[in-house]
């Protein structure tokens, strides 16, 4: 049985082979991707480089990272972001109630409306791949030609049910992170900063 994603999903993600269906694969098609010059990006980080400790679980204060998107084509009437790890295929951010405009998110801001990640939750699921090994981190935004009827709190799985047949553009952009050892800071340490 052959497993991974669709080569046009794979080339959007970059890098080794992905072994997980995400959510693009589930909900959009090849014609969508980018359509009308759609795109995200991130200040924190460019298209497979490396995610910063500071949204991950390395740090104590991690947040999530900043976001920007442009302007999806016309007619679109909502945006969704799903964030999902292509190596082990967790999902750790989905996010809807997005204006159909050019926008953004800023460092650690609340989104109008989220839904639960791998841990039940509705919050940023800080990436905490194991030590040594690295992990990428999709963040899928698709333009809607319809407003999703979700409640906040909703699955992964209602999402992609609301999402499906209604994906007039799609954006993908990817941050890498490898697991490391969090150093406990010594207290003797602190005598040398002052």
Known sequence: MASGAA?????????????????????????VLGRGGFALTSAAFRHDGELDPSFTAVEEDAVAPPLEWTAPPPGAQELVLVVEDADRGHVHWTVWGLAAQKGKLME??????????????????????????????????????????LMPGATHDDLV??????????????????????EELDVDDLDDVE
Do not use: C, I, M
């Not at 080569?7 to 098609?29: F, H, I, R, Y």
């Not at 801001?109 to 791949?129: H, M």
């Open 108 to 149: 650690g801001e609340t989104p109008p409306r989220t839904g639960k990640n791998a841990q039940g939750n509705s919050e940023w699921l800080l990436p905490d791949p194991p030590v040594g090994e690295e992990h990428r981190y999709v963040f899928q935004l698709f333009a809607t030609d319809l407003p999703l009827t």
């Open 161 to 182: 049910r609301n999402l499906d047949g209604h994906v007039t553009a799609a954006a993908v952009l990817t941050a890498r992170f490898e697991g490391h050892v969090v």
């Open 7 to 31: 080569p046009w999903v794979q080339n959007a993600v970059g890098g080794s082979p992905v072994g997980q269906t995400l959510t693009l694969e589930k909900v959009a098609d090849q014609r």
